[in-house]
């Protein structure tokens, strides 16, 4: 692994393209000290530069054949798979501070669902024609046009892919714009794809919310966003795209309620050390993370127990590079600090007790990068900002409620309604509670990504986003309907000759 800074350009019509303006220097949140890699910011006229240029290779990759477009696919993706994967993975580690095993799962999953969206797409899209008693109707799965794709940090391989999957397999073009605090790894696998795919279909640039976000927000050549991202920003998104009515997908943030039943066994080891890693996998910085957990209150002082000492066994923060560590630091300084604030908030407001989880592998390491020890955040009340808000890092609270009809009380009232599940013995029961919670996937005894699976549709309610990825619905979600008529009665009979 080289350790020298690497650069990445934009990609506009199939070639590399240069421009003068740097983002700041990608450091390695684990030593910050190491610079990993240099992004450019692009300009509103290089974006609008790429958007021209989607818009002009529309009119013929939509008429590509999927036969083709699959093709081409295909090799895209045993490129990603030559490309050694591994290399890949550890730049990622590198700009994002994830653990290694974590970054090769995130690439592993990205790789399943654009298989996934390979075998399926032609079936998925097809015509589908009715003969009736009027004629036929063939109802047809068009492509969009241009899509600009808007990915954030935390995952930015697997939720750049899967946009970019379904959008050319459905016959559109693309401009993608990945997070800057994570914009390398993802870069050469966008190369890749580009490369397999002729100039102009998936398109690449880099750059913050002024300028590039601006233009591929509110450009009329835009046909679609798909955004991953903050709730706050994707309102900024809905304005800018207003004016043009654009099509879009929104993957927004969560809040994650696990609701932990009466029956849930808290000496079952494995199902306890499932809750503790859907709290920290990436040091809590996934979308969909169980972010607050509400435990029967029969339970609650036994629950909290078990917790405590299954967090302890599993939670080793490190050097993503070591086989030991689980955790890996905080992807930049501004989330760490966030994240202490609500702890200190929690602490300071109504004396919330904090308690440190699992081992600290390297102090020295520690002490120079972003990162931060998990805690679990005992006594914190509904309405502290510790519940409320999404914290989007490693610290999680724990609190007791008094029965069902409370628990999905507590467990609804949130603007968010992302992911969540239910814990407990009885799995009918589970479902009939799981049933009552509002949020766009429950799992029952498992949650987060452990409970993933990129067959099946995922996308929140409420304000965590409007529209699905992944699964059949992933792939329908850049396509537009088009029915073709054709009547056999063509004159109607009411209106006068
Ligand atoms: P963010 O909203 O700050 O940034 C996301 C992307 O939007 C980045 O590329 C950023 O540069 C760009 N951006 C920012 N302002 C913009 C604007 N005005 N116009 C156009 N683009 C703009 O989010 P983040 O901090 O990168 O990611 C964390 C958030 O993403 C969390 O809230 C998390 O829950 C959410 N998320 C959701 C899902 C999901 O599938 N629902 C998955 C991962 C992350």
Not at 201 to 207: D, I, M, P, Q, R
């Amino acid at each position: 692994m080289s350790k020298n800074p690497i650069v990445i350009d934009a990609i506009i019509n199939g070639e590399k393209y240069k421009t003068e303006k740097q983002a700041p220097p990608r450091e390695n949140p684990t030593n910050p000290e190491e610079i990993v890699g240099f992004s450019p910011v692009n300009t509103q006229e290089d974006t609008r530069k790429a958007i021209d240029v989607a818009y002009e290779t529309f009119t013929t990759w939509r008429r590509s054949s999927m036969d083709e477009r699959i093709e081409r696919m295909s090799r895209a993706i045993q490129k990603i798979k030559d490309a050694t994967p591994p290399e890949i993975a550890q730049l990622l580690s590198r700009e994002h501070g994830k653990a290694l095993y974590d970054s090769k799962g995130e690439i592993a999953v990205s790789l399943m669902w654009m298989e996934f969206a390979c075998d399926n797409v032609k079936e998925v899209l097809k015509n589908e024609v009715q003969r009736h008693d009027n004629g036929k109707t063939i109802i047809a799965k068009d492509a969009i046009g241009v899509v600009s794709a808007i990915t954030p940090w935390n995952y930015p391989i697997s939720l750049s892919t899967i946009k970019v999957a379904p959008a050319l397999l459905a016959g559109n073009t693309m401009v993608l714009k990945p997070s800057p605090l994570a914009p390398l790894a993802v870069s050469k696998v966008i190369e890749l794809i580009a490369n397999e795919f002729p100039p102009g279909v998936l398109n690449l640039v880099h750059g913050g919310e002024a300028d590039v976000g601006v233009e591929l927000t509110s450009n009329p050549k835009v046909a679609k966003i798909a955004f991953t991202g903050g709730t706050e920003t994707a309102k900024h998104i809905m304005k800018a795209a207003a004016d043009t009515i654009k099509h879009m997908t929104l993957e927004l943030g969560g809040n994650d309620a696990a609701i932990v039943l009466n029956d849930f066994d808290v000496n079952d080891e494995k199902a306890m050390r499932r809750i503790v890693i859907s709290n920290f996998l990436t040091a809590g910085q996934i979308c969909m993370i169980a972010k607050r957990i509400y435990v029967d209150k029969s339970i609650y002082d036994s629950f909290v127990e078990r917790y405590i000492e299954a967090a302890n066994k599993w939670i080793r923060v490190g050097d993503p590079f070591d086989k030991n560590v689980t955790i890996g630091p905080v992807n930049n300084e501004k989330q760490a600090k966030y994240v202490q604030s609500l702890i200190d908030d929690a602490k300071s407001k109504g004396g919330a007790q904090v308690v440190k989880l699992g081992e600290i592998l390297d102090q020295a390491l520690y002490e120079k990068g972003y990162f931060m020890q998990p805690t679990v955040v005992l006594g914190a009340s509904q309405d502290d900002p510790i519940v409320v808000e999404e914290q989007f890092g490693p610290t999680v609270p724990i609190l007791p409620f008094e029965d069902e009809e409370h628990a999905i009380h507590l467990a609804n009232d949130s603007i968010f309604g992302l992911t969540s599940s239910v814990w407990g013995g009885e799995e009918e029961h589970a479902i009939e509670v799981a049933k009552r919670i509002q949020a766009g996937t429950t799992m029952i005894n498992t949650a987060a990504v452990q409970g993933l699976d990129v067959r099946f549709p995922f996308g929140g309610v409420k304000q965590s986003g409007i529209g699905r990825e992944y699964g059949k619905e992933g792939l329908l979600a850049y396509t537009d309907t088009h029915v073709i008529n054709v009547p056999d009665q063509l004159d109607l009979p009411y209106i006068p000759e």
